[in-house]
């Protein structure tokens, strides 16, 4: 991969994370009961956009971990914040602890991905260590 490709796959992720934070914040508004129509529809704007860049990123790298296919559970178990209000507590910290597991995962791939970047921004033109 190029710098310039490396850089774009970073910000991508980071934006992908941030998405993920997001995620969560909606998930507390649903255990409190406390969101309003705007919000719910924020939160499906939300799902859309993990759900894209998912593919997006999946596209460019290889991810053994989370795999599409524990995203798409969790995205598709939670399908309106009215819904997850009328969950039990249970099962919100279940899926609490599947998210979380998620958000980790993308965090260790945005690290391997900055282990790659540095080490091609530590080579000179010529391919030599600076």
Not at 29 to 45: I, N
Not at 66 to 79: D, F, K, N
Not at 108 to 130: D, H, T, Y
């Amino acid at each position: 991969m190029t710098p310039k490709e490396l850089n774009q796959l970073v910000t991508q992720i980071e934006t992908h994370i941030e998405c993920w934070k997001q995620f969560n914040h909606f998930l507390s508004l649903a255990r409190a009961k406390k969101f309003t129509a705007a919000d719910d529809h924020h939160f499906l704007e939300i799902k859309s956009i993990i759900v894209q860049e998912l593919e997006l990123i999946f596209a460019a790298i290889e991810v053994q971990s989370p795999t599409r296919e524990e995203i798409h559970a969790l995205i598709g178990s939670t399908p309106s914040l009215r819904y997850l209000a009328e969950q039990g507590e249970g099962a919100l910290r279940n899926l609490e602890s599947q998210w979380h597991k998620i958000y980790i995962g993308w965090h260790s791939i945005l690290g391997q991905i900055k282990v790659k970047q540095r080490a091609v921004e530590n080579k000179s033109f010529w391919g030599r260590k600076k």
